[in-house]
């Protein structure tokens, strides 16, 4: 059973009273878009010594460089960080380099989980927890298809990397990762908005816009979400919106934190 005193400063994504309401969603609105605080103290020496050595994909060592612009990463993280104890468990499948459990370690969490399929990239994780003095428990996996799946999490965290791959979808997401849910355990994540549907070019891979169209590849973006078509699935999984935001990017894309729906 949901116990909504878990997170006593999450309330669901209703229409709120006016004045005192309106003055903190706004409070709100601006701490989550404010980049200062997000950075992971990493020289850019460092992260391409850490890549040439592991072989990791370049644009990993971007993603932690350029970090603090990244809202659809950062949020999701800082509400984490605002909101769960520190004790909490966080699980993160698809992680990548581990950038953003690290950022969690930063903040004082300690039972971080990741998974990636990548082994070179998990190779540069460990030479940045090195680095940071922080240590992940992280393991190589497919993420659609997981081998192992550790129980009783605080929060799933999804950032960057689902709506990448043909053939995922947000639905099949929670059916595999819902049962490592703690019960106050929560999905913290990013969609790409459906409002991507209406930009020309949109079924387009954004790199090749400018060739012909015969030599164009399909869309980077596999899947783009309303926030009704969220909050639609979420319920059919148990669960209900806790928070959501929008971030201003492109693609747009909007964050979501999903609780288990309250028993009655």
């Known amino acids: 059973m949901h116990n909504e005193n878990a997170f006593p400063h999450i309330r669901p994504h209703t229409p709120p009273s006016l004045s005192l309401d309106f003055f903190r969603r706004g409070l709100d609105y601006l701490r989550d878009r404010w980049p200062l605080g997000h950075s992971l103290p990493v020289p850019d ?73 990548d082994e070179a990239v998990l190779a540069f994780s460990k030479a940045l927890q090195t680095h940071l003095g922080h240590s992940l428990n992280t393991w190589q996996d497919n993420a659609l298809a997981p081998s192992h799946l550790p129980e009783n999490q605080g ?41 991507y549907n209406a930009v020309s070019n949109n079924q387009y891979h954004t790199d090749d816009w400018r060739k012909p169209a015969e030599q164009r590849r399909p869309s980077e973006y596999t899947f783009r979400l309303s926030p009704q078509e969220v909050a639609k699935l979420a319920r059919r999984h148990g669960f209900r919106v806790l928070r959501q935001t929008i971030t201003y990017s492109r693609p747009q894309r909007s964050v979501y934190m999903l609780g288990r729906k309250r028993q009655d």
Not at 90 to 105: K, M, R, T, V
Not at 166 to 180: E, M, N, V
Request: hydrophobic share 45%.
């Open 45 to 117: 020496s460092f992260l391409q010594t850490a890549a040439d050595q592991s072989k990791a994909p370049s644009w990993h060592m971007e993603a932690i460089a350029r970090r603090i612009w990244r809202r659809h990463v950062c949020i999701p993280c800082g509400w984490i960080a605002r909101y769960l104890p520190r004790h909490s468990a966080i699980f993160e499948p698809g992680c990548g380099s581990g950038a953003n459990l690290l950022w969690l370690a930063s903040r004082g969490f300690t039972r971080l989980n990741g998974s990636d399929i």
């Open 155 to 195: 929060a799933i965290l999804s950032v960057n990397w689902l709506y990448h791959l043909p053939g995922a979808s947000l639905d099949a997401f929670f059916d595999i990762y819902k049962g490592c849910l703690s019960p106050k355990g929560v999905f913290v994540f990013d969609a790409v908005s459906h409002k």
